[in-house]
């Protein structure tokens, strides 16, 4: 959105609107990808910490 003389207004609605949406929806995006990655984290650490190694992979792995 261009005004025909407006070098300030620009400004003013960059520094104002624009920038801190563009702060504000980085922001969000992290902390949307790490609540959806928050179980998943969760299961495999569960799973990791009571997995029980049964003698086939015993095996493979000696």
Do not use: W
Request: glycine share 6%; with cysteine; net charge positive.
């Amino acid at each position: 959105m261009k005004f025909r003389n407006g070098g300030p207004v620009n400004r003013l609605l960059f520094y104002c609107v624009k920038l801190p949406g563009i702060y504000f929806l980085m922001v969000a995006g992290i902390l949307f990808e790490f609540i959806i990655q928050l179980p998943f984290i969760i299961i495999c650490s569960l799973e990791n910490l009571f997995h029980t190694r049964t003698d086939s992979e015993e095996k493979i792995t000696s």
